[in-house]
């Protein structure tokens, strides 16, 4: 059983709306260039595939995409989409697909779905179990705000604008955090939703691949690989079987 929370049939109806700006070409296209370019020949194995955001893109570069959704609902407005696109229904810590890949990837803060360390420790197993030799893992991933934090304080602004609100909670003993949105209707009305994850460091995402038998071979601050320091906000890191 997975910790993850399920994005129900009302929430995948609204995804693409409510997450457009991730959709916009300077957000985009540099996450499926490097994508792209690290497949090479080979096949993809997105995990926490949704709706398509990256996936659909990316094999309309050539790339065979396939994918791993915990939502029947996200992966319905997929096919949608794309039919050709296979997605496997099921958690992405254990779930299996056929083949063996060039890249498996895991993008936007989806690693931080799985809400224990167990399960995180499995993701990354399960990813190198369907790499090919050489294959690589590919992480997006947010860095927790707390150095914003003063004494007392816990929770943080990471998005303020004119039709959304968004504040992350965290508990600094377990891990645990919440994205709360608060979203401004054209209508007038405002609703407030969460969502949960385990946010995690860079080092002991480390930790985690060289269990799973893979080594760290790059990490930068963003898509275009802005050099990754101790202000960085976010991190994609690859590692290699």
Aim: contains cysteine; hydrophobic residues 40%.
């Amino acid at each position: 059983m997975t910790s993850s929370d399920y994005w129900d049939a009302d929430t995948a109806a609204r995804y693409d709306e409510s997450s457009a700006f991730m959709f916009a070409p300077d957000v985009l296209d540099p996450a499926v260039d490097l994508l792209a370019d690290l497949a090479g020949d080979g096949a993809a194995l997105e995990l926490a595939i949704g709706t398509g955001r990256v996936a659909i893109p990316l094999a309309e570069r050539g790339v065979p995409v396939s994918g791993i959704e915990l939502s029947q609902p996200m992966a319905d407005r997929l096919r949608a989409k794309r039919d050709d696109v296979p997605v496997t229904v099921g958690d992405m810590a254990t779930t299996v697909v056929p083949g063996r890949f060039a890249l498996v990837y895991l993008v936007w803060n989806s690693l931080g779905n799985l809400r224990t360390q167990d399960e995180q420790v499995a993701c990354f197993a399960n990813a190198a179990r369907h790499l090919r030799p050489g294959g690589r893992f590919v992480v997006e991933l947010g860095i927790p705000g707390i150095r914003r934090f003063p004494p007392g304080q816990a929770a943080v602004p990471f998005h303020v604008g004119r039709r959304h609100v968004g504040i992350d909670t965290y508990d600094m003993a377990t891990q645990q955090g919440t994205s709360h949105h608060y979203r401004h209707h054209p209508d007038g009305t405002v609703t407030h939703g969460t969502s949960n994850f385990r946010f995690v460091w860079p080092a002991e995402l480390d930790l985690m691949a060289r269990l799973a038998g893979m080594t760290l071979e790059r990490r930068v601050a963003d898509w275009t690989g802005t050099p990754f320091d101790g202000d960085s906000e976010s991190h994609v890191s690859t590692w290699r079987t």
